[in-house]
């Protein structure tokens, strides 16, 4: 097959690929800007907002390929996956035997999900489109799932599960550590014990299409889900009720047991207090479960599945082979501050990518959707920047981590360094919180905010985005500066 030449060349569908290449056509309307993806449908980010300087927020829809196409008549979007990189010969090969020459390259191929127990019919990761639906499909059948993981699509999950018991296994002292600490856990935890809001709080973003997927067969390396995932999924199983969930704290999964394995180890299963109809009570030990979790304090659980949520692992395996990338702990492409791989001409951004540079000291990399929409922009600028030999500065939006969700139908916005990564015991926190209405945190060093986690409605992210940014010493005004009768608005402005 003929090699084509392609100057400017993006590997993956999802949101990092997408903006760069979008990016770049805007820049060089003249060039072809190919866009490599293995997934049919492409994700692009529509409606987006400003909401602080350092944080936006945006809907996003998945789309066919034509569509992106028409937007930008320079953008070539092929549909199958890279199979291979030859670095030395600045080609790229696909699965499908074509050939590519690029003068640069931005690797955007995501990451999938870190299961415990890979290759095990029962355990489930979530990650894109298809993966969702295999979920839903089989917890409409469900009694009893078990969650693993304390991230956000654990955290997600938990509070959207319906109509099922839900074992949770969190390793850490609290719930949702990898986005807030022990007192905002707190804040949360009645949540998991009420019946959910009628009318839910705004949603965190509004538009994700997904039915386009639905009339597909064949399985494929799709992009990761994203904003409100879950919404407009029935995530409810068989029974008639809300939340049932059940928290074992500081212990991992030990081993997962298929039923058979279970028998011959001629132990009862634990049970939980349960809600769920009397021939599914499990006292009695009677009830048969396809699977089973040992856990590391002991406790070993039946369930009919179980959903792994753990982490991901960025997709770098068919770019390695003969190539000289750098590779970070987390197994991710170590990226310069100009989103540059250790391979000459070759870029990477979003979930993929490990950020090697040093990072302002109010921001952190985590695989996030905005982050992902962000790399991919400004790898983008830096591939003009290379290419036309110009100077380019690192981007404001990595100057302040500043990250807007929404967890157990709370709206949720966190700065800086919110959990006190990283700093000395010389830092200091600052409480209020109102149970059932907001829980305000900030993180105070030397006098100066340098984190905050704001959950609720607070109206406060605006005014501390700048007390973060602009490091103002604010020793003098004490613990009044989250005093709840001051408008803390009008005292800074
Ligand atoms: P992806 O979206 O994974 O896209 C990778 C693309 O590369 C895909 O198109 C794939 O087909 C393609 N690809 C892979 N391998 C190859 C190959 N060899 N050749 C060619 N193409 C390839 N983030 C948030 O900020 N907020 C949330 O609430 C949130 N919720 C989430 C919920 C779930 C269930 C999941 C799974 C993730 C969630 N995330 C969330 C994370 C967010 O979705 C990711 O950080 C983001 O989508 C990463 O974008 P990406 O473009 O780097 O990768």
Known sequence: MATERAKW?????????????????????EDDVFLLTASPLIKAATNVRQVLRTLEEFDVEEKESSILERQYPNIRVISSAVREIKAEQQQVITEDGRRYTYDRLCLCAGARPKLINDGNPYVLGIRDTDSAKTFQCRLAKAKRVVIVGNGGIALELVYEIEGCEVIWAVKDKSIGNTFFDAGAAQFLIPQLSSDKAETPLACKRTKYTTELLSERKEP??????????????????????SHCVHLEMEC???????????????????????????????TSGIVEWPVYVELTNGKLYGCDFIISATGVVPNVEPFLPGNNFDVGED??????????????NVYAAGDICTA????????????????????????????????LGEKIEMDFCFELFAHVTKFFNYKVILLGKYNAQGLA??????????????????????????????????DLE?????????????????VNLLDPNIDIEDYFD
């Open 220 to 241: 494929c390396l799709g992009s990761a889900l994203g904003p409100d995932w879950h919404e407009g999924m029935n995530l409810k199983a068989a029974k008639e009720f």
């Open 252 to 282: 991992e999964v030990q081993r997962v047991l298929l039923s058979d394995e279970f028998k011959q180890l001629n132990v009862p299963a634990h049970t939980v207090p349960h809600r769920i109809a009397p021939e599914h009570s499990a």
């Open 9 to 29: 060349l993006v590997v993956g569908g999802g949101i990092a690929g997408v903006t760069c290449a979008e990016q770049l056509a805007l820049q060089f309307m």
């Open 331 to 344: 197994g991710g492409l170590k990226v310069d501050d100009h989103m540059r791989t250790s391979v000459p």
């Open 356 to 387: 090697a540079w040093t990072p302002s000291s109010l921001w952190q990399q985590m695989r996030l959707w905005t982050q992902a929409r962000q790399m991919g922009w400004y790898a983008a600028k830096c591939m003009v920047a290379d290419h």
């Open 425 to 458: 015991l010389d830092h200091e926190l600052m409480l209020r919180c109102t149970k059932g209405h907001e829980y305000v945190k900030v993180v105070m060093q030397n006098g100066r905010m340098v984190g905050a986690v704001l959950i609720g409605e607070t």
């Open 462 to 478: 605006e005014t501390f985005e700048n007390l973060i940014l602009n490091q103002m010493d604010l020793s003098a005004y004490g």
